[in-house]
């Protein structure tokens, strides 16, 4: 397989040959990592599939949606998700997504992390993964090239992890009622009105909703507005009118659960993202479609 930044264009049919000639070459990849770039088209979607590596999925650019069957996972420019090997998932892109991922042996090091999580990226590792995509792919790496890809590998379990996981209860009733807020979310509902809509005592319900997601209902709202907002502030929409269509009373609200949420501001974020998303356009026009997989 060639080494280099790849572009994913073509129709299905071809698309899906690229997809799967880029898996077969991971799959058979020796080495404790391997760095793959990628660039991907908006609205491109990757079906479910799974690796026998472990991967760091980075945004360099661009918001990247993963699905599984324990809930779905929002990845924003800054962040990474952590896929544990053999965890079936599959990634949509929202908007022209600029992708670095380090695919990882479960054994690389001690203390990687077990379970699914998005990570915020370092300064550290956003500059390790920028160089170790630059390193031959696929082998075992010694001198200057092997002490960036275990500093890399030593980095991950230190990233800290974000709430930007949604994660959906098991019971059919508690899951439906989240499959309908993410349709229309707002900040309003209530827990009584979630405990009396599943037939549950207000007490029943939080225990129920903990224990499945890991997560207050408040928490989780929060969360799944969030979800709502991120996707529609990359397309450009204005930060008032997504505020108010979410349901907030006012702009400084829904500014101040952005910020608590992703540590920075709704401008701050497009204006980083719209920065990246000017580099990542000039960086592709000079680069040849080949092919590629996450």
Same mark, same amino acid.
């Given at each position: 397989?060639?080494?280099?930044?790849?572009?994913?264009?073509?129709?299905?049919?071809?698309?899906?040959?690229?997809?799967?000639?880029?898996?077969?070459?991971?799959?058979?990849?020796?080495?404790?990592?391997?760095a793959l770039p990628t660039?991907?088209?908006?609205?491109?979607?990757?079906p479910r599939h799974r690796?026998?590596?472990?991967?760091?999925?980075?945004?360099?650019?661009?918001?990247?949606?993963?699905?599984?069957?324990?809930?779905?996972?929002?990845?924003p420019p800054d962040h990474?998700?952590?896929?544990? =090997?053999?965890?079936?998932?599959?990634?949509?892109?929202? %908007?022209? #997504?600029?992708?670095?991922?380090?695919?990882?042996?479960?054994?690389?090091?001690?203390?990687?992390?077990?379970?699914? !999580? #998005? #990570?915020?990226?370092?300064?550290?590792?956003?500059?390790? @993964?920028?160089?170790?995509?630059?390193?031959?792919? %696929?082998?075992?790496?010694?001198?200057?090239?092997?002490?960036?890809?275990?500093?890399?590998?030593?980095?991950?379990?230190?990233?800290?992890?974000?709430?930007?996981?949604?994660?959906?209860?098991?019971?059919?009733?508690?899951?439906?009622?989240?499959? !309908?807020?993410?349709?229309?979310?707002?900040?309003?509902?209530?827990?009584?009105?979630?405990?009396?809509?599943?037939?549950?005592?207000?007490?029943?319900?939080?225990?129920?909703?903990?224990?499945?997601?890991?997560?207050?209902?408040?928490?989780?709202?929060?969360?799944?507005?969030?979800?709502? =907002?991120?996707?529609?502030?990359?397309?450009?929409?204005? @930060?008032?009118?997504?505020?108010?269509?979410? %349901?907030?009373?006012?702009?400084?609200?829904?500014?101040?659960?952005?910020?608590?949420?992703?540590?920075?501001?709704?401008?701050?974020?497009? !204006?980083?993202?719209?920065?990246?998303?000017?580099?990542?356009?000039?960086?592709?026009?000079?680069?040849?479609?080949?092919?590629?997989? #996450?």
């Amino acid at each position: 397989m060639p080494h280099g930044r790849e572009i994913f264009r073509g129709d299905a049919a071809e698309l899906g040959r690229l997809f799967e000639s880029r898996w077969q070459w991971l799959e058979e990849a020796i080495g404790p990592a391997v760095a793959l770039p990628t660039e991907y088209p908006d609205g491109y979607h990757v079906p479910r599939h799974r690796h026998s590596r472990s991967q760091l999925l980075h945004a360099l650019v661009g918001v990247v949606l993963v699905t599984t069957k324990h809930g779905r996972w929002m990845v924003p420019p800054d962040h990474a998700m952590w896929i544990p =090997a053999g965890i079936e998932h599959s990634v949509e892109m929202l %908007g022209d #997504v600029s992708m670095r991922s380090v695919y990882v042996t479960p054994d690389a090091i001690p203390g990687l992390p077990e379970g699914l !999580r #998005v #990570v915020g990226i370092t300064e550290l590792m956003h500059s390790l @993964i920028v160089e170790s995509e630059k390193l031959p792919q %696929g082998g075992e790496l010694e001198g200057r090239a092997g002490l960036i890809m275990g500093l890399l590998l030593h980095e991950i379990p230190n990233l800290p992890e974000r709430p930007l996981g949604l994660p959906f209860p098991a019971d059919p009733k508690l899951a439906a009622l989240c499959r !309908r807020f993410v349709a229309a979310p707002s900040p309003h509902a209530t827990i009584d009105e979630w405990a009396d809509a599943a037939g549950m005592s207000r007490r029943s319900f939080t225990r129920a909703f903990h224990r499945q997601t890991g997560l207050s209902l408040s928490t989780w709202r929060q969360q799944a507005c969030l979800f709502a =907002a991120l996707p529609r502030l990359a397309d450009g929409e204005p @930060i008032t009118r997504v505020a108010l269509d979410l %349901g907030y009373d006012s702009v400084p609200a829904f500014i101040t659960m952005f910020k608590r949420m992703l540590g920075t501001s709704p401008r701050g974020y497009m !204006r980083g993202a719209r920065e990246a998303g000017e580099g990542m356009k000039r960086l592709a026009g000079s680069v040849q479609a080949s092919s590629a997989v #996450v």
